[in-house]
């Protein structure tokens, strides 16, 4: 007995399969960001906001803001909807490079509320995560602070 009893029959399997994803990938090429420590934030996935509710940021990211946008929530605005994770009222998109690195660049999303007054591209940012995929706070820094002593600068500051 013929697995295939045709050539079309064939190829739709091999179609199928490939829609799924299978073969599965054995070993995935290293990135140019791999060993870095921000590798783990240069990814295409943005960081998302949470409230701070009492907790102090794990480690703060130094940035210099490239753009801030409204967040689109997609096709219809359904990513917008206050029933999916991550979509926040008057969300915004900021993102940034990370100062001290060369190329990595990271966008954060948070509701606009939750973003320093008036926050402008090229202005420099300072991220408080609490993990690799969440920020709880977002501090602007003044102009005096060197790049060098944000993260200094930051710790001395409330997260809230």
Known sequence: MRPYRSTA??????????????????HAAPGPQEGS??????KTKPLLWQAAAGRKPARFVPIAVTSVTPET???????QSPSMAGAYPDARN????????????????????????GL????????G??????????LAPPANVSVDSLADWAEEQPCE
């Open 120 to 127: 402008a591209e090229g202005q420099r940012l300072v991220l």
């Open 9 to 26: 029959a064939m190829l739709v399997s091999a179609a199928l399969l490939a829609t799924v994803g299978w073969p599965p990938a054995t």
């Open 94 to 117: 900021v993102q940034g490079r990370a100062l001290n690195e060369t190329v990595h660049i990271i966008t954060v999303r948070a509701p606009a509320t939750a973003l320093p007054q």
């Open 73 to 79: 929530g997609g096709s219809f605005g359904i990513g």
């Open 37 to 42: 420590s921000m590798s783990s934030l240069a």
């Open 129 to 138: 995560l609490v993990d690799d995929e969440h920020v709880i706070c977002l």
